[in-house]
């Protein structure tokens, strides 16, 4: 399987991003190194790490030694709640290029608002001072509700390229994926497949789909996302799961299957509320 399977989604920046990735949230910074290797070995070009899940330099490793040109990647990472500010802000980015051994990193991301400390306007704005100097290319936030983009489109000039919420059949957060899109900024769906913890998988809406094409529920639950438009990014620690989740763009959901998935919706969140994330 090669990448130019995967459709790119154009950002409010001119830059644009693989669909689908591969998330390393929870991946043992001992085996990052072999698992991403593993990704890209299979034609993942898009990775999406953070610096809380202290496995970027594990990314780094794998990037490094896969000997693919740097502009087939798209590399994002997250700053940490603890980092919002402005001198926190460029020294926790310097520290978190340099753990991935990068020149420039594709999308960095406010990880949470965390409100309680109200910090996040700040923040923004020593993000667009990244994106000045070129090291950043986009910029975007995550876990952000409305009230958090409407503050930063009212305190500040530059328009989040995306919001990466967390997003699956059971908690499809319509108020924010409509603003976005009144915005033009692009929904990235963490826990795509509920982090494991519902059981979207063994759903009839899901596994009569994947029983009509031939393919697995995730298969399905995937698919779906991206026929919503939403950049995805699963991840799995097996290889065989992996290829799995990238062989998603051999196959078409009928409208009729794609309202049942959407009609699954039932605010069920498995992270906290973002507000209470600080
Ligand atoms: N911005 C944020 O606050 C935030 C929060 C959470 C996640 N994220 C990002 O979003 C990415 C994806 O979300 P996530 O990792 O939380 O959850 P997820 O991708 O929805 O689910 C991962 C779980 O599903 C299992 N799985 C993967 N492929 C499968 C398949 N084909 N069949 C059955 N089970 C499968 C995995 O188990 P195995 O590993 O055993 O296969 C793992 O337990 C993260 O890795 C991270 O990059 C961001």
């Known amino acids: 399987m090669t990448q130019p399977l995967v459709p790119r989604i154009q950002l409010n920046d001119g830059f644009s991003?693989?669909?689908?990735?591969?998330?390393?949230?929870?991946?043992?910074?001992?085996?990052?190194?072999?698992?991403?290797?593993?990704?890209?070995?299979?034609g993942y070009r898009h990775i999406d790490t953070a610096r809380v899940y202290g496995n970027e330099a594990g990314v780094g490793r794998a990037i490094a030694q896969s000997g693919i040109p740097r502009e087939q990647l798209f590399i994002t990472t997250k700053l940490w709640n603890d980092d919002q500010g402005t001198q926190s802000v460029f020294d926790a980015f310097d520290a978190s290029l340099e753990r991935l051994g990068l020149d420039y990193v594709d999308l960095y991301l406010i990880h949470w608002p965390s409100p309680a400390n109200d910090r996040?306007?700040?923040?923004?704005k020593a993000f667009e001072r990244?994106?000045?100097?070129?090291?950043?290319?986009?910029?975007?936030?995550?876990?952000?509700?409305?009230?958090?983009l409407e503050r930063l489109l009212a305190e500040t000039d530059t328009v989040p390229a995306v919001d990466q919420i967390e997003l699956h059949p059971y908690h499809q957060q319509p108020e924010t994926a409509a603003f976005?899109?009144?915005?033009?900024?692009?929904?990235?769906?963490?826990?795509?497949?509920?982090?494991?913890k519902y059981p979207l998988l063994e759903l009839p809406e899901v596994t009569d789909a994947a029983a009509a094409h031939e393919v697995t529920p995730a298969q399905v639950v995937i698919r779906w996302h991206v026929q919503r438009g939403h950049i995805v990014f699963p991840k799995s620690n097996r290889r065989e799961r992996m290829a799995e989740?990238?062989?998603?763009?051999?196959?078409?959901?009928?409208?009729?299957?794609?309202?049942a998935i959407t009609a699954l919706e039932r605010g069920g969140r498995v992270s906290s509320h973002p507000d209470e994330v600080n």
Request: hydrophobic residues 45%; aromatic residues 10%; proline residues 6%.
């Open 180 to 196: 976005a899109e009144e915005h033009a900024i692009k929904i990235e769906a963490w826990g795509p497949l509920g982090q494991g």
């Open 17 to 42: 991003i693989p669909q689908l990735g591969f998330g390393v949230f929870k991946v043992d910074p001992a085996k990052t190194e072999a698992i991403v290797t593993d990704a890209l070995e299979i």
């Open 245 to 259: 989740n990238f062989d998603v763009f051999g196959f078409e959901l009928s409208p009729e299957e794609m309202d």
């Open 130 to 148: 990244l994106r000045e100097s070129g090291r950043v290319r986009s910029i975007g936030v995550s876990n952000f509700l409305v009230p958090h």
């Open 120 to 124: 996040y306007v700040e923040t923004w």
